[in-house]
Structures are given as C-alpha cells and as structure tokens.
C-alpha cells in the first residue's frame, strides 16, 4: 500500500507564502502525474496544479502567477510553494499521485490564512 504524507500546512496572514510538501512512502512506487486539490468548507474538491512526470504543469485561474508546483522525481515528491497568499486560498490542501493503475490521496493538510 503507497501512502502519501503531506506536510507544511499551517495559518498565516494574508500575503505570506507557504510550502507544501508531499512524498509517497514507498520508493518503488512508479509516479505518473502528481498534484494538488484542495476543499474550503462547503465546496467540492477543485484542482490547485498539477505536473506531470515529465514537468508539465497545469494550475487553476485562482492560482496561477502565485502558486509554483515542483516534483523530485528521485523523492517521488510533490512541492507546492504558494505566494501572496489571500483569505480564499484557506482550505484542506490534498496531494494525489498517479501511477498506471490508479490515483492515490494525501490526508489533507490545513492551510488558513487571515486577513
């Protein structure tokens, strides 16, 4: 069974950045695309950014010019550096990673940000 383990959630005020994390636990774990959704309370899950295993990157409207997604591919890890951080970005941030069978899920990490 892969797990993923997200970290680097946190509160901050609006406009301070933020650095999410998220590896998968097993190293033989062959990664396709990898990315991030997220899910403010009483909202569907939506898209963050996603990569590819070849660096493609793809990224909402809502985030795209401040969010960054990165991956090591030797770490099957997933960055996700967000900047200039507003009040609606607070939501649970889920990582996923696919390989060719299925979409593995993160447990969700918290980010708030204040205003």
């Known amino acids: 069974q892969v797990q993923l383990v997200e970290s680097g959630g946190g509160l901050v005020q609006a406009g301070w950045s933020l650095r999410l994390s998220c590896a998968a636990s097993?190293?033989?774990?062959?990664?396709?695309?990898m990315g991030w959704y997220r899910q403010a309370p009483g909202k569907q899950r939506d898209l963050v950014a996603g990569?590819?295993?070849?660096?493609?990157?793809n990224y909402a409207d809502s985030v795209e010019g401040r969010f960054t997604i990165s991956r090591d591919n030797a770490k099957n890890t997933v960055y996700l550096q967000m900047n200039s951080l507003k009040p609606e970005d607070t939501a649970v941030y889920y990582c996923?990673?696919?390989?060719?069978?299925?979409?593995?899920w993160g447990q969700g990490t918290q980010v708030t940000v204040s205003s």
């Open positions: 996923y990673a696919d390989n060719q069978y299925r979409r593995y």
């Open positions: 097993r190293s033989t774990f062959t990664v396709g695309a």
């Open positions: 990569i590819s295993s070849i660096g493609t990157t």
